[in-house]
């Protein structure tokens, strides 16, 4: 079965410092992948996603990810975080066609 | 409306109540998605519509759990007989047409049942 591991629960930085938050998934087959984000009582808002070609993509707010098939890794970057980036992170692989399979998620705190 | 729209946006429900959850998702679009997000987890997937026809209903928890999209554009998940254990944030995504394309979330549906 498809499943995403995001092994950060909870992770903490400075305003300022450089971010990455790790995504692992185990598909069958050429994954669709997608990064969300979600802050308190919201939905979810799409950072960026990949689906083929350049495997570094770039997403909204300054963030950008890097799918590496060898290591099953799509892991979430930036290079500045802001406090406005506070919120939790959600990995996701396409299943199939029919729906999102999510991971965990990971908290992000950002320290004045 | 802009984007997918959810009500309520809370729901209080006394145990053994039934409860109509609602979606209206972004116009036009052909794929919509019911997910279950209970605290500090991921969203769980429930069900997936392509118009008004229900092609996935795999992750529906029991058979107190039904969902209905009559007309291909709002759709209803309805719990029947609440538990305790159905207290989550309910969230519909919709997406242009298949599955694999981005889907736009709401804001969801806490549910609290007590």
């Known amino acids: 079965a498809q499943s995403v591991t995001q092994p950060d629960i909870h992770i903490t930085v400075s305003e300022g410092a450089s971010l990455e938050l790790r995504c692992n998934y185990s598909?069958?087959?050429?994954?669709?992948l997608f990064w969300y984000v979600q802050s308190p009582g919201q939905g979810l808002q799409l950072l960026l996603k990949?689906?083929?070609?350049?495997?570094l993509v770039q997403g909204i707010k300054g963030f950008e990810a890097e799918f590496k098939r060898s290591q099953s890794s799509f892991n979430l970057r930036k290079p500045s975080v802001h406090w406005s980036d506070a919120a939790e992170y959600f990995c996701?692989?396409?299943?199939?066609?029919?729906?999102?399979?999510f991971g965990p998620g990971t908290r992000l705190s950002v320290l004045p | 409306g802009a984007g997918v729209s959810q009500s309520p946006r809370y729901k209080v429900a006394k145990r053994g109540q039934d409860v109509a959850l609602r979606c209206d998702p972004i116009?036009?679009?052909?794929?919509l998605f019911w997910y279950q997000q209970a605290l500090g987890q991921g969203p769980e997937f429930l069900t997936y519509?392509?118009?008004?026809?229900?092609?996935?209903k795999s992750g529906l928890p029991s058979d107190r759990f039904f969902a209905e999209r009559p007309e291909g554009s709002v759709s209803t998940l309805k719990i029947q007989r609440t538990q305790q254990e159905d207290s989550a944030v309910y969230l519909c995504?919709?997406?242009?047409?298949?599955?694999?394309?981005?889907?736009?979330f709401g804001q969801g549906t806490r549910l609290t049942v007590v």
């Open positions: 116009s036009g679009h052909v794929s």
């Open positions: 990949y689906f083929s070609g350049d495997t």
């Open positions: 996701a692989v396409d299943n199939y066609g029919q729906n999102f399979v």
């Open positions: 995504a919709s997406g242009r047409d298949r599955a694999n394309s981005e889907a736009f």
């Open positions: 598909y069958g087959a050429t994954p669709y």
């Open positions: 519509f392509q118009n008004e026809a229900q092609l996935d």
